[in-house]
RNA sequence: GUGGCUGUAGCUCAGCUGGUAGAGCACUGGGUUGUGGUCCCAGGUGUCGGGGGUUCGAGUCCCCUCAGUCACCCCA
């Protein structure tokens, strides 16, 4: 008889949160759209080999099984998964059909995602993304590179949240540098480097030369390289300054180039080449990003994504794409966690229509009715109760405004303001119509 | 998934080395019998996260479990 509980890393926000949710992402949805992203919803499942074809990540996917599935087919669903980001499922429902889509083909998608991992602040198992991607035939030209941060920037400059700082690196470029270095294993190099912010650079000296097979120099070398960081492109100077000579670093050094400097144009500030950033090993092949969120750095980033070249490939058909996700969820937990993100009201209603008495709630509804034809989010008291307390429901509700019927008179109740009015033509202002999120 | 810390009213929190439920705000009713907020009075404010154990007796000690949080791992 204990009573239900939440479930571990599966949040469910109040109706006022709800609302603050729903406003960014429409306002993330707008932006999307405003560059000519298309909407695109997958199913919530995937095949496991699916999902499983690059990275190691098994032990995160959530497993769909029938409770009367019996013994015999192991009580599986053909190996279904919950999907655990919108990448995979995107590049699976692009060779499924490629033959219908125009190229390139740039698509919006925004839905749950699910993650077994140990939840804490800002990480959950069940969590909203806002993703775009851009797919190309065979070659993907680079502008693309230069293009998705600057709509995660235009959609996250949107929202009432801190300001942000997008940091971009290229995998190329420092495979370029470890190979120029002649590093023995340049993967593990990348990964020690990831981790430069949280252990600091004597440890990651250390995880260079244990792991990775570096000598002294060549660490000293990877450090270097790592803690160039500039908004501009002053960074290229730095790399060259380190001495290291090698095509595929110079390619990198490159594009890097040409998303910094656009950057630079359309987001002053905001974007920046940050070479320690490296991404989780799978499938990134070029374009690497990341977003810290002003005043909430320790808890990750809140919007990240990069190129990746071999994704979506079958047999000699090759889709290389580019793409970004946002994390709604993230975002906004930290934000309600620190009290920062607040809403005018937690019911979308800005008119109460009060009632006499009973036998006149037909009349009221017709007042209600004419004003929600015109977009006014209305509704009527729920009993004729004594008039103080009905304009003390709408108070405790933070709705603005009370109607009465007899007199015909509209009441601002925040300033007591009372004036007779017609609600074919009586408008509340702007800021009052819906909840406004600050 | 491994380990650490935390859990008392709707919220913020007290509660001494085991001895019988507390404050402020919020909430409900009334003072005010159809125009709220201030003020006054009266009051629910409680499975002490849940279960088990030790004890004459557990909010307090022990075990398990759930949730939150932190670190690792990984990442939105």
Not at 173 to 193: K, M, N, Q, S
Not at 243 to 250: E, H, R
């Amino acid at each position: 008889m204990t009573r239900p509980a939440s479930i571990s890393g599966f949040p469910e926000w109040s109706p006022a949160q709800r609302m603050i949710e729903q406003q960014l992402l429409d306002r993330i949805r707008t932006s999307f759209e405003s560059y000519g992203f298309a909407p695109l919803e997958t199913r919530a499942v995937e095949p496991l080999d699916q999902l499983l074809r690059k990275g190691e990540t098994s032990k995160e996917v959530y497993l769909l099984r029938r409770l009367q599935a019996d013994g015999e087919d192991g009580g599986g669903d053909a190996g279904l998964g919950l999907h655990f980001d919108l990448t995979v499922p995107f590049a699976r429902y692009l060779l499924e059909n490629a033959g219908r889509l125009q190229f390139p083909f740039r698509r919006y998608q925004i839905q749950k995602s699910w993650r077994g991992e140990r939840p804490q602040e800002g990480r959950y198992r069940e969590f909203t993304q806002a993703d775009i991607d851009v797919v190309d035939r065979d070659e993907l030209p680079f502008h693309y590179d230069v293009e998705i941060p600057l709509v995660v920037i235009d959609a996250l400059g949107s929202l009432p949240i801190p300001p942000i700082r997008l940091q971009v690196n290229n995998r190329k470029l420092c495979e370029g540098f470890y190979r120029g270095l002649d590093i023995g294993d340049p993967e593990a190099a990348l990964r020690a480097v990831d981790k430069l912010d949280k252990i600091g650079p004597a440890k990651v000296a250390e995880l260079l030369t244990g792991t990775a097979g570096a000598s002294q120099a060549q660490a000293k070398a990877c450090l270097a390289l790592a803690e160039i960081s500039a908004p501009d492109e002053s960074f290229a100077e730095a790399v060259h300054a380190l001495g290291v000579k090698d095509p595929l670093l110079d390619e990198g050094l490159a594009e890097l180039v040409r998303v910094v400097e656009a950057g630079r144009e359309h987001a002053p500030g905001v974007l920046v080449a940050d070479l320690r950033i490296a991404r989780g090993l799978d499938y990134y092949t070029g374009t690497v990003y990341e977003t810290q969120l002003t005043g909430f750095e320790r808890y990750g980033s809140v919007c990240s994504g990069g190129r990746y070249d071999n994704l979506a490939t079958s047999g000699t058909d090759r889709f290389p794409g580019v793409g970004i996700s946002i994390g709604v969820t993230r975002i906004l937990g930290l934000l309600f966690g620190a009290g920062t993100l607040s809403i005018s009201r937690p019911v979308p209603t800005c008119v109460l229509v009060a009632l006499p008495d009973e036998d006149s709630r037909p009349a009221c509804d017709r007042i209600a009715a004419t004003l929600r034809r015109r977009g006014i989010p209305t509704e009527v008291a729920p009993s004729a109760a004594k008039y103080g307390r009905q304009i003390r429901f709408a108070q405790r509700r933070g709705i603005p405004y009370v109607w009465f019927p007899d007199g015909g008179e509209v009441r601002d109740i925040r300033s007591g303001e009372q004036a007779t009015a017609d609600p074919q033509t009586w408008q509340p202002p702007e800021a009052d119509r819906y909840p406004t999120i600050s």
